[in-house]
């Protein structure tokens, strides 16, 4: 009999809604179940596409014996992470302050009143590598629990007050300087990997944030070591295993240092990020590589992420079967030199092998590889590898008919932000109007179905309908910068619009008014144990510095000096963090970027947008690898955008006017000069 959970929109939590423990989703309810029985609280937290999230739920939470014993004495709750950042976040930090790491499946008790008093990730059903079976722990809290109430109380209490005394060190609210920059781009320099690509070591995470930073320093200061590190990187892991060659679209990470062998779930947020980095990548060089992956990227979101609603899927299972029945990691995508023969035939297949890497030792599991595009001195025949059918048309056929990963379908509005910010931008620059409509199309079912008649914005949505949870700070701040590119791209104000609504709610009900420090979640949103705040980058922007790179921009379209201000402020704690922990707070060190830039502010007047003299100047505005430069484009007497005001056409021809810090250079009718004053 399903449990309380078959009710929920989260495919994460409907994956256990046939699981014999009697699940609560986070709610009052369950907390008060908690009191009423006196028992502690079971907190478990995961994503669909976690891959040992599906091996603790099989192995534990499937199993009956271990679902009555935690149905006896626990209240169990589970949480998507992806549709409460903010539960997950405050517990996370708990964890990692108690143990040093974290990580996915989260497991945390809690007392009834939702204080933590024991943590862990993973544990399996057996003792292994000196981890207690699940079974153990539970055991042993629930033993600790009975006869040592006092003791967990005392250790709740102390947690709960040591996390509300991890106070951040904001800076001095101002903007980082040359100096900051400069020192951020130094320790980039120190923990860059110059053999391979990236930073750092075994796991390598794809650096899309570090990245944009690079090409925007580059922009500004014409530092070629920070054009040449992000250069390498990006072709490093366009040519590794990290990079699907078959269908496009990057895994969420390597597995080691080489960017060989990757672990296979596929993240809408990691396509979208790397989609626009790599599209301003072949802005900044005019890179081949850059623009396949950029449009390859682009495609495979619209392709496979894509919802009927016209939204973007959150991500793809690293799992699927095998064709035996088995669940395997990365059965979808990898490949043995007999499964080429199969395919393409003797002759084929030596060379599909030699072009993709694929050796009789394999690089994966069971002799299987991972398909690259390793760096070789033979000179291949592009037609027989890509063209019509071709070795690259004919695996791609073979392989849609192995089972699929799994979807998670449900629309996670900040990371739909993201997708419309890079899918407008790609649309733009390469002339696929299709994937600026595709942008449009997600952008309009945010508005219709996740925002509400105050412009409040929801986390999640599935099927068209609308969830419970509240957004949280990135949701407002990636969604406005979405509207923001889409406005520049479309030249319709009312992204622009959408935008402003939805940054008035972040300087109300997400800002510090004393300090200017921005909260992840809402004033009025519901109180945990701890109001989550974390200025750092990691697999996505932060909600602070998304926020500070949305206020900016809008700031620089409108004019609007509480947005700017308000960026600023934000901006402080990058001046703090910057130099120290550059790898970890990369987008606000791309923002800095823009800021330290102006940004500039391009108006683009003409007759009509589809005017070739008028789309021309558009398009090289686009194109300017200004940081974060912003453009409006319209009909001079237009009222869509602030900064077509009083901006006539220059001698009846359309003209481009280019403005920054206050000051603004003569208006011109020539594409190449406005190229030149944005750098593109």
Known sequence: MPNRLAHETSPYLLQHADNPVDWWPWSDEAFAEARERNAPVLLSVGYASCHWCHVMAHESFEDRATADYLNEHFVSVKVDREERPDVDAVYMEAVQAATGQGGWPMTVFLTPDAEPFYFGTYFPPEPRHGMPSFRQLLQGVHQAWEERREEVAEVAGKIVRDLAGREISYGDARLPGEEQQAQALLGLTREYD??????????????????????????????????????????????????????????????????????????????????????????????????????????????????????????????????????????????????????????????????????????????????????????????????????????????????????????????????????????????????????????????????????????????????ANAGVLEDYADVAEGFLALASVTGEGVWLEFAGLLLDHVLARFTDPETGALYDTASDAERLIRRPQDPTDNAVPSGWTAAAGALLGYAAQTGSAPHRTAAERALGVVKTLGPRVPRFVGW?????????????????????????????????????????????????????????????????????????????????????????????
């Open 194 to 467: 110059a053999q391979r690509g990236g930073f750092g070591g075994a796991p390598k995470f794809p650096p899309s944030m570090v990245l944009e930073f690079l090409l925007r320093h580059h922009a500004r200061t014409g530092s070629e070591g920070a054009l040449q590190m992000a250069r390498d990187t990006a072709e490093r892991m366009a040519r590794g295993g990290i990079y699907d060659q078959l269908g496009g679209g990057f895994a969420r990470y390597s597995v080691d240092r080489d960017w060989t062998v990757p672990h296979f779930e596929k993240m809408l947020y990691d396509n979208a990020l790397l989609c626009r980095v790599y599209a301003h990548l072949w802005r900044s060089t005019g890179s081949e590589l850059a623009r396949r992956v950029a449009l390859e990227t682009a495609d495979f979101m619209v392709r496979e992420l894509g919802t009927p609603e016209g939204g973007f899927a959150s991500a793809l299972d690293a799992d699927s079967d095998d064709g035996s029945g088995r669940h395997v990691e990365g059965a979808y995508y990898v490949w043995t030199p007999e499964q080429l023969r199969e395919v393409l035939g003797e002759r084929d297949a030596e060379l599909a092998a030699r072009y993709f890497g694929v050796t009789e030792e394999g690089t994966f599991e069971e002799g299987a590889s991972v398909l690259q595009l390793p760096q070789q001195d033979e000179v291949f025949d592009a037609e027989r590898i890509g063209g019509a059918g071709g070795v690259r048309e004919r695996l791609l056929a073979a392989r849609a008919a192995r089972p699929a990963p799994g979807r998670d379908d449900k629309v996670v509005a900040a990371w739909n932000g993201l997708a419309i910010a890079a899918l407008a931008e790609t649309g733009a620059y390469f002339d696929r109007p299709d994937l600026t409509e595709a942008a449009v199309a997600a952008a309009d079912l945010l508005v219709r179905v996740h925002l509400d008649d105050h412009a409040r914005i929801a986390r999640t949505s599935k099927d068209g309908r609308v969830g």
């Open 588 to 680: 606000g060190l791309a923002v800095a970027e823009a800021a330290l830039d102006g940004p500039r502010e391009v108006a683009v007047v003409g007759p009509a947008l589809d005017d070739p003299a008028t789309a021309a100047l558009h398009r090289r505005a686009l194109l300017g690898t200004a940081p974060g430069a912003v453009v409006a484009v319209g009909a001079p007497e237009s009222d869509e955008f602030p900064l077509l005001a009083d901006r006539p056409l220059v001698g009846g021809e359309p003209a481009a006017y280019v403005c920054r810090d206050f000051t603004c250079d003569a208006p011109t009718t020539d594409p190449d000069r406005l190229g030149t004053a944005l750098g593109g």
